[in-house]
T-cell receptor, first 112, second 118 residues
Framework: RKEVEQDPGPFNVPEGATVAFNCTYSNSASQSFFWYRQDCRKEPKLLMSVYSSGNEDGRFTAQLNRASQYISLLIRDSKLSDSATYLCVVNMGAGNTDKLIFGTGTRLQVFP | ETGVTQTPRHLVMGMTNKKSLKCEQHLGHNAMYWYKQSAKKPLELMFVYSLEERVENNSVPSRFSPECPNSSHLFLHLHTLQPEDSALYLC?????????????????FGAGSRLTVL
């Protein structure tokens, strides 16, 4: 089983649609979680951290389900500019170490 | 200059060449990283330096040699590479590595150095 697993997509959605991605992780002791966004031929950039209580930033909502070991990202009212690859990142470090494991990413294409 | 800058942006080299990738961060961060990104694969962590000390070396072949002369600069020295080493090499930095403050390990990436080995 991969440490961090994502559906590679692509998810093709029309503008205005709501789309959700899931990401599963193998290590139940993982402590912190993130979503990064990577545009074509660009570097990854932090989209949002994922907190235990869930968090929202405008049209984006991230959730953590520890029991089932997955995190999710919900995008409401999709814009053309949301087209990108969304990378799930899980910190599997123990103690005072960090071990950030990336998923392969989920590609989103928003069309007019 | 702000953020994380990498040079060169593109590099083509033969298998017998020696070259270096350079990374500089202007964020006052204490940790710097080298990642490799190949098509259809997740980012692979290669090396981590925290306070100029190497803290992680992920079974990377010796033909890749990192150097961290100070907390703002990171190099990746390349020699006798193979064609399968062709990839995007991303440098990143974070405030800290392994600290109790989980927000301190958020990564800021450079634009990457795209390497082609002939």
């Amino acid at each position: 089983r991969k440490e961090v697993e994502q559906d590679p997509g692509p998810f093709n959605v029309p503008e205005g649609a709501t789309v959700a991605f899931n990401c599963t992780y193998s290590n139940s002791a993982s402590q912190s979680f993130f979503w990064y966004r990577q545009d074509c031929r660009k570097e990854p950039k932090l989209l949002m951290s994922v907190y235990s209580s869930g968090n929202e930033d405008g049209r984006f909502t991230a959730q953590l389900n520890r029991a089932s070991q997955y995190i999710s990202l919900l995008i409401r009212d999709s814009k053309l500019s949301d087209s990108a690859t969304y990378l799930c990142v899980v910190n599997m470090g123990a103690g005072n170490t960090d071990k950030l494991i990336f998923g392969t990413g989920t590609r989103l294409q928003v069309f007019p | 200059e702000t953020g994380v800058t990498q040079t060169p942006r593109h590099l083509v080299m033969g298998m017998t060449n020696k070259k270096s990738l350079k990374c500089e961060q202007h964020l006052g961060h204490n940790a710097m990283y080298w990642y490799k990104q190949s098509a259809k694969k997740p980012l692979e962590l290669m090396f981590v330096y925290s306070l100029e000390e190497r803290v992680e070396n992920n079974s990377v072949p010796s033909r890749f040699s990192p150097e961290c002369p100070n907390s703002s600069h990171l190099f990746l020295h390349l020699h006798t590479l193979q064609p399968e080493d062709s990839a995007l090499y991303l440098c990143a930095s974070s405030q800290d590595w392994g600290g109790v403050n989980s927000g301190a390990n958020v990564l800021t990436f450079g634009a990457g150095s795209r390497l082609t080995v002939l």
